[in-house]
Nanobody, 120 residues
Framework: QVRLVESGGGLVQAGGSLRLSCVVS????????MGWFRQAPGKQREFVAT????????VYADSAKGRVTISRDNAKNTVYLQMDRLKPEDTAVYYC?????????????WGQGTQVTVSS
């Protein structure tokens, strides 16, 4: 059974930082690209960032560039999302996802999400 479990969300003031983690089990982690997505209340889920199987390639949404860093540790089956200079509009449920293909949508496996709330 494939499981993706996010953690690290919480309440932070604007300008602060958070690091999200996602631990993956049930698949060969190093064979999969990993992505982060988010969904704010009343909005559609949107792409944030993705990283290739070996970490050599990363892609970011325009809204994330310069403030967000995606990384992975294949030895720990974990992908990270470092978020800096957070803004209230970053408030959302953040999801990690796994797929054999590096892309911005249509991922095969999803986590349950972790809430990030940024206060002004």
């Amino acid at each position: 059974q494939v499981r993706l479990v996010e953690s690290g969300g919480g309440l932070v003031q604007a300008g602060g930082s958070l690091r999200l983690s996602c631990v993956v089990s049930g698949l060969t982690f190093s064979n999969y690209a990993m992505g982060w997505f988010r969904q704010a209340p009343g909005k559609q889920r949107e792409f944030v960032a993705t990283i290739s199987w070996n970490g050599s390639r990363t892609v970011y949404a325009d809204s994330a560039k310069g403030r967000v860093t995606i990384s992975r540790d294949n030895a720990k089956n974990t992908v990270y999302l470092q978020m800096d200079r957070l803004k209230p509009e970053d408030t959302a449920v953040y999801y990690c996802a796994a797929d054999p293909i590096l892309r911005r949508a249509n991922y095969a496996y999803w986590g349950q999400g972790t809430q990030v709330t940024v206060s002004s």
